[in-house]
């Protein structure tokens, strides 16, 4: 109910600034959203509602709100660009947002929201995490997925720190010793980080680095041991073929 003055206070200024006619469209967009995000949302949660519960107005609902949300964040993207040009490049906010022009680029998210809605899945609600989701099967324990994707996002946030610290070096005015040992120890650290987390967390390599390792000391072990197994083997049926009589052996 907050926001429903803030939009007509906008609409009046519309004309007097592009920012303005921006504000009105990300503010329509959230209105719209909101008794669906709030309000349907919260009814479902308390009554513990699935799909089977309301097909058809849980897939309707799960195909607005994503839109909305689009083309809400494409808006408020254009409304930053927006600002940066008007305070660094005010001619060229002027000839990209002036005038009716803000509306013609307003076409764009729109338009993007609506292909998204059609050609995307629909989100639906999920009564036990009560929140919306593209995939119906969430919540089934998948544990080498989970797995899978510890060991991406640990790889991922080590070379991104990595990344993130060697460009502070490269910037600074004032670079410390303690700085470049660390960016150099995060660089060593992201190239040799992997093959610790490969070991740790996912247990086919383990397996096969283990079978490696195992078929290794086997083959050490086999010239020693197998020879005299085998002599002694032997030794054994010789003399179990061996049958005694008074003036002698004969061979079995």
């Known amino acids: 109910m907050v926001y429903i003055p803030c939009i007509l206070a906008i609409y009046k200024h519309m004309k007097s600034s592009s920012c303005y006619k921006l504000m009105f469209y990300i503010g329509v967009c959230d209105v719209l959203c909101l008794p669906i995000t709030a309000l349907v949302t919260g009814y479902f949660a308390i009554t513990g509602a699935v799909y089977c519960s309301h097909p058809t107005l849980m897939y309707i609902l799960g195909s607005i709100a994503p839109e909305l949300w689009y083309a ?80 991406v996002l640990l790889i991922s946030f080590i070379h991104t720190f990595c990344a993130v610290i060697y460009d502070l070096i490269q910037f600074k005015n004032t670079v410390t010793e303690i700085w470049t040992i660390s960016a150099q120890f995060a660089w060593v650290f992201a190239h040799g980080s992997p093959g610790i987390i490969y070991l740790l967390f996912n247990e086919t390599i383990r397996s096969e680095c283990r079978s490696y390792f195992g078929t290794a000391c086997q083959n050490k072990v086999a010239p020693s041991s197998q020879p005299q197994e085998n002599c002694r083997d032997n030794h054994c049926n010789s003399l179990a073929n061996t049958v005694p009589v008074a003036s002698g052996t004969i061979q079995a």
């Not at 927006?82 to 307003?106: E, S």
């Not at 629909?122 to 995939?135: H, K, M, P, R, Y």
């Open 72 to 151: 809400e964040s494409f808006a408020a993207a254009l409304l930053a660009l927006n600002r940066c040009l008007t305070i660094n490049y005010p001619k060229l906010a002027g000839v990209v947002f002036d005038g009716r022009r803000t509306w013609y680029i307003l076409v764009v998210p729109t338009l993007y929201a609506i292909w998204i809605g059609v050609f995307f899945k629909s989100a639906f609600f999920n009564g036990i995490l009560c929140s919306w989701f593209s995939n119906p099967h969430i919540g089934y324990l998948d544990v080498p997925e989970d797995k899978l994707f510890l060991q």
